[in-house]
């Protein structure tokens, strides 16, 4: 279905590609700091299920139509724009956690079932609000797909594989982010933290208005 070399090269394309800081990579960071790993695993799924609807619709030729509307282009990154903006308002002002040990406890424990979904939910909104990630698949899969093949399977192959990489890469985010949580203890630390969250789902946003077409 897709020769040796092709998915080689894929392969080390999207490793690189997801392991650059983007909105994604910075979302996952704030998550692994304010919700432990449990809670950005969450996180990753809504936006691995985000990046493969946006993957079938780039096969639909979606992405194409977005990239030559440039009004429609611009709506749909402000709309993200805004909604990364007002998440890092929300960690900027989030409640402190006096003990450390609660803050442990809390991301051993992770997110309850209300927190799943509404972590799923924001995963999901982070990555259908970044238009670019559409417009550049609908640039990037073709080049790794035989015409004279049958293109389903080699769609699935190439998305499964960009997936697992994408999740990998969130989790290694993730993990850096709990990690450094863990570090902050006291009151003061912990707004810093709350700060420091803030900061870079702001920054997402940032990256995001800055996209281009």
């Not at 009004?71 to 903006?85: C, E, N, Q, R, S």
């Not at 929300?90 to 442990?104: F, L, T, V």
Request: net charge positive.
């Amino acid at each position: 279905m897709i020769s040796t070399q092709t998915l080689v090269i894929f392969l080390t394309t999207c490793f690189f590609l997801s392991a650059t800081p983007g909105p994604n990579m910075l979302s996952a960071l704030s998550m692994g700091m304010r919700h432990g790993l449990a809670g950005a695993a969450w996180g990753g799924i809504g936006m691995c299920l985000s990046l493969g609807l946006l993957a079938g619709l780039s096969a639909l030729g979606v992405g194409v139509l977005l990239k030559t509307s440039p009004l429609a282009f611009t709506i749909f990154k402000w709309v993200g724009v805004a909604y990364l903006t007002w998440l890092g308002i929300q960690a900027w002002r989030a409640p402190i956690r006096d003990e450390a040990a609660d803050m442990d406890a809390a991301m051993k424990a992770g997110p309850d079932r209300r927190g799943q979904l509404g972590l799923l939910g924001q995963g999901l909104l982070i990555t259908l609000s970044n238009p670019k990630a559409l417009v550049f698949m609908a640039a990037f899969f073709p080049q790794f797909i035989d015409p004279e093949r049958p293109m389903a399977p080699q769609l699935t192959i190439l998305v499964v594989t960009m997936l697992i990489i994408e999740f990998g890469w969130i989790m290694t985010y993730a993990v850096g982010g709990k990690g450094l949580a863990l570090r902050l203890t006291g009151p003061v630390a912990q707004r810093w933290l709350n700060r420091m969250t803030g900061a870079l789902l702001i920054g997402a946003g940032l990256l995001l208005a800055m996209a281009s077409l």
